[in-house]
């Protein structure tokens, strides 16, 4: 996760390119005194924007004589609605938000000064107004349902826009405030949506109902939560004819087998899609004009829960443990890497060959506040480590030389395009994937590791990239507010190559948090899924709003702050994209209280580091639909609490791997973990 924030000296307008960090600030020569700064002062004070609107803002800081000082500032912003880059701040959403700036202490220390900026961000006027029908016919008795986009004049639309509906003759079809359009008798109507005092129409004509009845197929036998049916229902004539464009309303019938724990939402049906989230008796019904069928299905407990066994741990305490990546070596033993937060530049080489008895074999360090990335190629040749806060602002990456796989040995390092700081990066044994201050991703050729080449690069327009991850030649890179961005970069089909990368599609999710991004090819029904996940560091406008940033400290017992679990929200999002010319929304894992991190999937279970929700492990066999967790496809859940961690009994998993029948993860308090599932069945001895 990177928040919003920059560092830039006073009276200098903010760029996205300044990313030291209060360590690094503390470490240049001569050091700035920021205790002699008396306040900050914004030029402009205040703002008015309008969504897509662009204006530069700059901070300067004062002393007691009223004299300019030349001090590092730092900046942050709600990233969902303002950004601030190369010397601008950029509205995105609507609404009323503060922007923080202050004086940044050496090391450890507390701000000394700091500036409320309040913003109002507006949206454009409305332009036009596009109105869209179920479908091209109306008969009378039915009911259709209408949307309207409401777009500005640059083509983006309006969220959440309320429009008022109307028809032109009430006695031939009727609308509700929602759009949904009832016919009554036949004749021409036209249908209007006004925003803003903005119109847009469609013109229909209703016709006589043909239809006779309705004829529901489909549904299955014993069902379990979360198994996803497809009923289809035809609507006849009375020579037994399908009557064209007969809009059908589905709905749901249900007897709980437990009426006092049964939810009061127990399952849905889309277009005769149809998942149960809880045990019971289910009726689905289809409903066209006044004729209705219905289809009862028994639904039973999916019973996916198994035990899960802890086989051992690599206690790190010392610092935060951030990312891990497994390899077998050229030895033939397996090897992880673990990656360190504000942790001096170290990183660990573990030998896991025996998950019971995790060794840590030897430690890195290199010219870093933070290793948050590690990687290795899947082949083992090499390893990389990713670098933030280096002490000459020149980040980048180091690449290592697996050889010797428990005690590797730097190849070179690359920082040409990356040393705004490297978050994330990914792997492959030609190319290297690594990524450039949230802004861009660099590709390297990885042919020899002494002398990576650079081949290519992928700047998505006005996104902020977080993680990527390439697959058949296909790069996903999750993008916050933008969600997914699809690149070619080798696979050929849109002519994309690494020295090429062409842009296939983009793929938006609700949250505007995505941070990770995990493709998947479902073997048994040959699905090819992209598992996308938020991160949401906070709680803000929820009942559990959290603990704020003491969190990332450890507990002090003179002031009493710290030691607390983080507090997270966020979720993961299921996109069906075996068709990439048409990505389809399909399912999501949505856990109370906690927030996804990063994550795995594998023989049709995802891994998932939840934060302070644990380690999570989920059955997404099968078709997918509605949310997983309600459905009971959760098969395990740990949570690390280790008494001897960073901070104590503070269980806060950030990435997980399965590696040859165990589960290793890292946990940020308590270093490097294996469980292992257990089968649900076992031999009594």
């Given at each position: 996760?990177?928040?919003?924030?920059?560092?830039?000296?006073?009276?200098?307008?903010?760029?996205?390119?300044?990313?030291?960090?209060?360590?690094?600030?503390?470490?240049?020569?001569?050091?700035?005194?920021?205790?002699?700064?008396?306040?900050?002062?914004?030029?402009?004070?205040?703002?008015?924007?309008?969504?897509?609107?662009?204006?530069?803002?700059?901070?300067?800081?004062?002393?007691?004589?009223?004299?300019?000082?030349?001090?590092?500032?730092?900046?942050?912003?709600?990233?969902?609605?303002?950004?601030?880059?190369?010397?601008?701040?950029?509205?995105?959403?609507?609404?009323?938000?503060?922007?923080?700036?202050?004086?940044?202490?050496?090391?450890?220390?507390?701000?000394?000064?700091?500036?409320?900026?309040?913003?109002?961000?507006?949206?454009?006027?409305?332009?036009?107004?596009?109105?869209e029908?179920?479908?091209?016919?109306?008969?009378?008795?039915?009911?259709?349902r209408?949307?309207?986009?409401?777009l500005?004049?640059?083509?983006?639309?309006?969220?959440?826009?309320?429009?008022?509906?109307?028809?032109s003759?009430?006695?031939?079809?009727?609308?509700?405030?929602?759009?949904?359009?009832?016919?009554?008798?036949?004749?021409?109507?036209?249908?209007?949506?006004?925003?803003?005092?903005?119109r847009?129409?469609?013109?229909?004509?209703?016709?006589?109902?043909?239809?006779?009845?309705?004829?529901?197929?489909?549904?299955?036998?014993?069902?379990?939560?979360?198994?996803?049916?497809?009923?289809?229902?035809?609507?006849?004539?009375?020579?037994?004819?399908?009557?064209?464009?007969?809009?059908?309303?589905?709905?749901?019938?249900?007897?709980?087998?437990?009426?006092?724990?049964?939810?009061?939402?127990?399952?849905?049906?889309?277009?005769?899609?149809?998942?149960?989230?809880?045990?019971?008796?289910?009726?689905?019904?289809?409903?066209?004009?006044?004729?209705?069928?219905?289809?009862?299905?028994?639904?039973?407990?999916?019973?996916?829960?198994?035990?899960?066994?802890?086989?051992?741990?690599?206690?790190?305490?010392?610092?935060?443990?951030?990312?891990?990546?497994i390899w077998?070596?050229?030895?033939?033993?397996?090897?992880?890497?673990?990656?360190?937060?504000?942790?001096?530049?170290?990183?660990?080489?573990?030998?896991?060959?025996?998950?019971?008895?995790i060794?840590?074999?030897?430690?890195?360090?290199?010219?870093?506040?933070?290793?948050?990335?590690?990687k290795?190629?899947?082949?083992?040749?090499?390893?990389?480590?990713?670098?933030?806060?280096?002490?000459?602002?020149?980040?980048?990456?180091?690449?290592l030389?697996?050889?010797?796989?428990?005690?590797?040995?730097?190849?070179?390092?690359w920082?040409?395009?990356?040393?705004?700081?490297?978050?994330?990066?990914?792997?492959?044994?030609?190319?290297?994937?690594?990524?450039?201050?949230?802004?861009?991703?660099v590709?390297?050729?990885?042919?020899?590791?002494?002398?990576?080449?650079?081949?290519?690069?992928?700047?998505?327009?006005?996104?902020?990239?977080?993680?990527?991850?390439?697959?058949?030649?296909?790069?996903?890179?999750?993008?916050?507010?933008?969600?997914?961005?699809?690149?070619?970069?080798?696979?050929?089909?849109w002519?994309?190559?690494?020295?090429?990368?062409?842009?296939?599609?983009?793929?938006?999710?609700?949250?505007?948090?995505?941070?990770?991004?995990?493709?998947?090819?479902?073997?048994?029904?040959?699905?090819?899924?992209?598992?996308?996940?938020d991160e949401?560091?906070?709680?803000?406008?929820?009942?559990?709003?959290?603990?704020?940033?003491?969190?990332?400290?450890?507990?002090?017992?003179?002031?009493?702050?710290?030691?607390?679990?983080?507090?997270?929200?966020?979720?993961?999002?299921i996109?069906?994209?075996?068709?990439?010319?048409s990505?389809?929304?399909?399912?999501?894992?949505?856990?109370?209280?906690?927030?996804?991190?990063?994550?795995?999937?594998?023989?049709?279970?995802?891994?998932?580091?939840?934060?302070?929700?644990?380690?999570?492990?989920?059955?997404?066999?099968?078709?997918?639909?509605?949310?997983?967790?309600?459905?009971?496809?959760?098969?395990?859940?740990?949570?690390?609490?280790?008494?001897?961690?960073?901070?104590?009994?503070?269980?806060?998993?950030?990435?997980?791997?399965?590696?040859?029948?165990?589960?290793?993860?890292?946990?940020?308090?308590?270093?490097?973990?294996?469980?292992?599932?257990?089968?649900?069945?076992?031999?009594?001895?």
């Open positions: 996760m990177r928040s919003l924030r920059l560092i830039l000296p006073a009276a200098v307008v903010l760029t996205a390119l300044a990313l030291p960090s209060a360590v690094e600030l503390a470490a240049q020569t001569p050091e700035p005194d920021p205790t002699v700064v008396t306040r900050l002062e914004a030029e402009p004070a205040e703002l008015s924007l309008r969504v897509g609107d662009v204006v530069p803002l700059v901070v300067t800081a004062y002393d007691a004589a009223g004299a300019a000082v030349d001090i590092p500032i730092r900046v942050s912003a709600p990233r969902r609605a303002l950004r601030i880059r190369d010397g601008n701040i950029e509205a995105f959403e609507a609404g009323q938000y503060d922007v923080q700036a202050m004086v940044v202490m050496p090391a450890s220390g507390a701000p000394v000064a700091q500036l409320t900026i309040p913003v109002v961000v507006d949206w454009p006027e409305v332009a036009t107004v596009e109105v029908a179920g479908g091209d016919l109306l008969y009378a008795g039915t009911t259709v209408y949307a309207a986009t409401a500005h004049a640059d083509g983006s639309a309006r969220p959440t826009a309320e429009f008022v509906w109307s028809v003759d009430t006695e031939v079809a009727s609308v509700d405030a929602f759009g949904n359009v009832t016919a009554h008798t036949p004749g021409p109507v036209t249908v209007t949506a006004m925003v803003e005092g903005v847009g129409s469609v013109e229909r004509t209703v016709e006589a109902f043909p239809a006779t009845a309705v004829q529901l197929t489909g549904g299955g036998g014993d069902l379990l939560t979360g198994d996803v049916v497809q009923f289809t229902a035809s609507v006849l004539d009375d020579a037994g004819n399908e009557v064209p464009g007969a809009p059908v309303t589905w709905s749901l019938a249900y007897m709980p087998d437990d009426s006092i724990v049964a939810p009061a939402g127990p399952g849905q049906v889309d277009d005769g899609r149809f998942v149960a989230d809880w045990p019971g008796l289910y009726t689905v019904v289809a409903t066209a004009g006044h004729l209705s069928a219905r289809e009862s299905v028994r639904v039973s407990r999916r019973g996916a829960v198994q035990e899960l066994e802890i086989v051992g741990q690599g206690r790190e305490s010392r610092v935060f443990t951030t990312d891990l990546w077998e070596g050229v030895d033939g033993r397996d090897y992880a890497l673990t990656g360190s937060k504000m942790g001096n530049g170290v990183t660990f080489v573990w030998d896991v060959t025996d998950p019971a008895n060794v840590k074999t030897d430690s890195i360090i290199v010219d870093a506040r933070t290793t948050n990335d590690v290795a190629s899947p082949n083992g040749r090499y390893g990389v480590i990713s670098r933030e806060g280096a002490s000459n602002r020149r980040n980048g990456v180091v690449i030389d697996l050889a010797n796989p428990a005690h590797p040995t730097i190849a070179s390092t920082d040409e395009g990356v040393t705004g700081g490297v978050h994330n990066m990914f792997a492959t044994n030609e190319h290297l994937f690594v990524l450039s201050a949230g802004d861009k991703y590709i390297l050729d990885m042919a020899d590791i002494y002398n990576p080449r650079y081949v290519g690069e992928y700047d998505h327009p006005d996104s902020r990239v977080h993680d990527v991850w390439v697959h058949d030649g296909i790069a996903y890179s999750a993008e916050w507010e933008n969600g997914i961005v699809v690149v070619d970069v080798g696979n050929g089909r002519g994309g190559s690494p020295e090429n990368p062409v842009f296939v599609t983009n793929i938006p999710l609700p949250s505007g948090q995505t941070h990770a991004v995990f493709p998947y090819l479902q073997e048994a029904t040959g699905k090819f899924y992209l598992i996308a996940g949401i560091v906070g709680r803000e406008g929820l009942a559990w709003a959290g603990t704020g940033p003491d969190h990332r400290i450890q507990y002090d017992p003179e002031t009493g702050r710290g030691g607390y679990p983080r507090a997270t929200a966020g979720y993961i999002q996109v069906d994209f075996t068709d990439p010319e990505p389809e929304m399909v399912a999501r894992y949505e856990v109370s209280e906690f927030g996804t991190h990063n994550m795995w999937v594998e023989d049709d279970i995802l891994y998932e580091a939840y934060y302070e929700g644990g380690l999570r492990m989920v059955d997404i066999s099968g078709d997918l639909m509605g949310n997983l967790y309600t459905q009971g496809r959760e098969i395990s859940v740990f949570k690390a609490h280790d008494p001897l961690g960073y901070i104590p009994n503070a269980p806060a998993a950030w990435g997980v791997m399965p590696w040859k029948g165990n589960v290793f993860f890292a946990d940020i308090n308590s270093g490097l973990w294996s469980v292992k599932i257990l089968p649900k069945e076992r031999p009594v001895s």
